[in-house]
């Protein structure tokens, strides 16, 4: 059990923080959804809260908490190696580096705004799944799971959007785009997340918190 119990656990953090990356390095696009403008990296993040709600759920709130850290220290070293990548003066025969910056090499303001989102977002998540866990006493994961994430993700959005694109794009329909299309993925994972906690439990250690 313990050897099935660190295995799962190490999926769940490294799909966890597999999406926050990816997230972070293609949200510099905006796309649209439904005719709603979002950053591109949208379903990528928002299924990191599906991963932290199965974590918390399954191992507790001291394990999710340490899910959100190393992600948080991912994203910094992801953050500073983008950077040191596109600072690096290319070959001499290398003659994307416009194209290349473009890409990965992502704004201060935009770094900013991931980490500083990410921060309050995910622990606001971790903080809310537990307490609904508690009023609710371990019943209605459904509700737990959409109403932490459905809180966190306009938490997320607000401080992302605000923070990276202030002056540059029309905030307010963007972040109202972003929370609506973060809203689908939530309630269409949430059979994804009770399949997942359903599998895990009897399987694992059971949560400490």
Request: include cysteine; hydrophobic fraction near 55%; charged fraction near 10%.
């Amino acid at each position: 059990m313990e050897s099935f119990d660190r295995r799962a656990y190490t999926l769940l953090v490294s799909l966890f923080i597999g999406g926050l990356v990816v997230a972070a390095l293609i949200s510099s696009k905006i796309i649209t959804v439904f005719g709603m403008a979002v950053p591109a990296g949208v379903l990528a993040y928002s299924l990191t809260f599906a991963a932290s709600d199965v974590i918390g759920e399954v191992w507790g709130k001291e394990r999710a908490g340490e899910a959100v850290f190393c992600g948080f220290a991912t994203l910094v070293m992801t953050s500073a190696l983008a950077w040191l990548a596109v600072s690096w003066p290319g070959a001499v025969f290398w003659t994307n580096q416009e194209a290349f910056a473009s890409v990965i090499g992502n704004t201060p303001r935009i770094v900013a705004a991931s980490l500083i989102a990410y921060a309050v977002s995910q622990k606001h998540d971790i903080w809310l799944f537990h307490l609904l866990r508690q009023r609710t006493k371990g019943r209605h994961l459904w509700l737990r799971n959409n109403l932490s994430t459905m809180a966190s993700q306009l938490i997320d959005s607000t401080i992302f959007v605000t923070i990276a694109f202030w002056g540059i794009l029309p905030v307010g329909e963007v972040i109202l785009g972003q929370w609506l299309v973060k809203l689908m993925i939530a309630a269409i994972d949430t059979p994804l997340v009770y399949a997942a906690v359903q599998a895990l439990r009897g399987k694992t250690l059971p949560a400490t918190a």
